[in-house]
T-cell receptor
């Protein structure tokens, strides 16, 4: 069965622009979580969606937002990009939540210049 | 409140020797605990998970971990390291509902020939 698909894999944006990242979970998975990974801060939790509702949110500014569609696909948006937003953004899907096994996509590498 | 501490940021072993990656956790609830592995430029892959069943958990690729409640530890071990084990390893704690998930800072494992 197909794994978690994140698109695009690589992205270069300019400061001040906005970006939308997409995550297609494994079929049947209703939970989608997003993480930001940087060398300095490690893996940081952004938010988690379950059945189109945001269940949990990490400590990120309001420029970071997300949504989940009825087919469980999720998008993450970052507005007014800053250089510090350069990171690997990982998406994980699971049946019910992160207490069960989570399957990660390969990530989207965002570079802000 | 939950927290997870990976006691070593880097571990270096020789091929064929045992691996020990240390993780201590703190949780107000009976937690679920996981170990994930991340190879360069890849997403995370689940190695093993503990969800209040057997305290000794066996995972993929010969890894195992033991849940020790009295020591609040969940150390990852492997009897004999292989070159392909070189990667970054993350210890993760999650509450039973899966609403709150915290990743450790990661331990980078180096394997010398």
């Amino acid at each position: 069965k197909a794994g978690v698909t994140q698109t695009p894999r690589y992205l270069i944006k300019t400061r001040g622009q906005q970006v939308t990242l997409s995550c297609s979970p494994i079929s049947g998975h209703r939970s989608v979580s997003w993480y930001q990974q940087t060398p300095g801060q490690g893996l940081q939790f952004l938010f988690e969606y379950f059945s189109e509702t945001q269940r949990n949110k990490g400590n990120f500014p309001g420029r970071f937002s997300g949504r989940q569609f009825s087919n469980s696909r999720s998008e993450m948006n970052v507005s007014t990009l800053e250089l510090g937003d350069s990171a690997l953004y990982l998406c994980a899907s699971g049946r019910t939540g992160m207490n069960t096994e989570a399957f990660f996509g390969q990530g989207t590498r965002l570079t802000v210049v | 409140a939950q927290s997870v501490t990976q006691l070593d940021s880097h571990v270096s072993v020789s091929e064929g020797t045992p691996v020990l990656l240390r993780c201590n956790y703190s949780s107000s609830y009976s937690p679920s605990l996981f170990w994930y592995v991340q190879h360069p430029n890849k997403g995370l892959q689940l190695l093993l998970k503990y969800t209040s069943a057997a305290t000794l958990v066996k995972g993929i690729n010969g890894f195992e971990a033991e849940f020790k409640k009295s020591e609040t530890s969940f150390h990852l071990t492997k009897p004999s390291a292989h070159m392909s084990d070189a990667a970054e390893y993350f210890c993760v704690v999650s509450d039973l509902g899966g609403f709150k998930t915290i990743f450790g800072a990661g331990t980078r494992l180096f394997v010398k020939a």
